[in-house]
DNA sequence: ATTTAATTGTGAAATTAATAACGATTGTGG
DNA sequence: CCACAATCGTTATTAATTTCACAATTAAAT
């Protein structure tokens, strides 16, 4: 499989659920020029990235969204991600219940806590671990993904564990940095940093 | 003010959350070597950034460090942040609750809810309002940015209340793009595309 | 059947971002 | 005081990404 830049999946990842959304409301064919709109994006870049997929589209229908969503599925989703969280907190709580994962795309498959009074229970249907737990629950799982949501002063040793389990994906939510093998991938979300930066955009202007 | 590469400010801002830990740690001067083993950038991209807002280091020390944080804090981060938030569903009261907006840069003044039974409470010192004061209420607490925590399906209308409402910025935590005017900046975050592209980069290898 | 207009797909140009190379500076140790 | 080694800052180079320009295609209209 030929490999993308990180920002084309991305912007692949958009267009799949844009798709949907266009599906959704019957739709069977959308221009690049109506997903750019949509996106944000400019068509160019739109037929640009699709073409790295194949010649899919037709002169003046555009694109079978049918046809098109299962083509770019084939190299950016080909199955079901499934993901751990370690902290039970109000973030983790919060990522557990998130609608957007309630699909066939991502399954949230347990969690872990320090915390023994949340151990043994469950929210929606993903139930509570304690830490020590992890390496001997984690691999049962078939999970890819460790989400870190504990305080930011744990963040590494949470990471630790983390890579210990087997997982070669992790998503931070605390303002850390983690130190981790070069083969496991980090995604660093800090909420603050986005605030922030969209505050500059605003008041560069 | 010289305006810089959208990058370069969020790399800045990670470099002021170092600093900030570095700081804290006791530390006097750090090297651009240093900040690129915690941040995992380069060296020389970080000396680039630097270079930017002045000559700063000295060399054979490296930064000192109170003195950098202040010199890219006046670029990046010249006065606090106030945010308003829009939805206190699970994901917004963890917002709200975030510890990481403890602290004097970025600072919640306001929530609305439609849910009335919601109205009038508080979180941490927020007090809830309902969706059809927010026109009235925002403009009071001085708040440059609006956070959208609502369901997908009311995320557009959402937007529309918070450029009613005269903010120029807008953090949408819906898998759903947004119609705004032009001079309104929306940062999109989300978290399905998070994972799945994570996914994407694990598997790429 | 022919023309027309809309739309894709793509190679080239332009822009933006990252990396490398290296000179300049300055503490430190003899 | 001098040589050395570490580190910064900057210019040049390379790489990545986006935008442009336009040829190719084809559905629709006549």
Chains 1, 2 share one sequence.
Not at 72 to 90: A, I, P
Not at 134 to 146: D, L, Q
Not at 174 to 188: A, R
Request: proline share 3%; hydrophobic share 40%; aromatic share 8%.
């Amino acid at each position: 499989m030929k490999k993308f830049p990180q920002k084309t999946v991305t912007r692949t990842l958009l267009y799949v659920r844009t798709l949907d959304n266009l599906l959704e409301q019957g739709k069977k064919f959308v221009s690049s020029w109506e997903l750019a709109e949509i996106t944000d994006l400019t068509d160019v870049q739109i037929r640009k990235d699709i073409s790295n997929f194949g010649r899919v589209g037709r002169p003046r229908l555009g694109y079978e969204i049918r046809k098109l969503k299962s083509i770019l599925e084939e190299y950016v989703l080909q199955h079901t991600v499934h993901v751990v969280l370690f902290g039970v907190g109000n973030l983790g709580s919060a990522i557990i219940r998130y609608p957007g994962f309630h699909n066939e795309k991502i399954k949230m498959v347990a969690a872990f806590d320090v915390d023994k009074k949340k151990v043994g229970k469950k929210i929606r249907d993903v139930k509570i671990y304690s830490f020590d737990e992890a390496t001997k629950v984690v691999p049962k799982t078939h999970a890819e993904i460790g989400i870190i949501a504990v305080p930011a002063e744990h963040s590494q040793e949470t990471a630790d564990i983390i890579v210990a389990s087997g997982l070669r994906g992790i998503v931070n939510f605390t303002p850390t940095t983690i130190n981790v093998p070069k083969d496991v991938f980090v995604k660093n979300i800090d909420l603050s940093i986005e605030f922030l930066s969209l505050f500059c955009d605003i008041q560069r202007t």
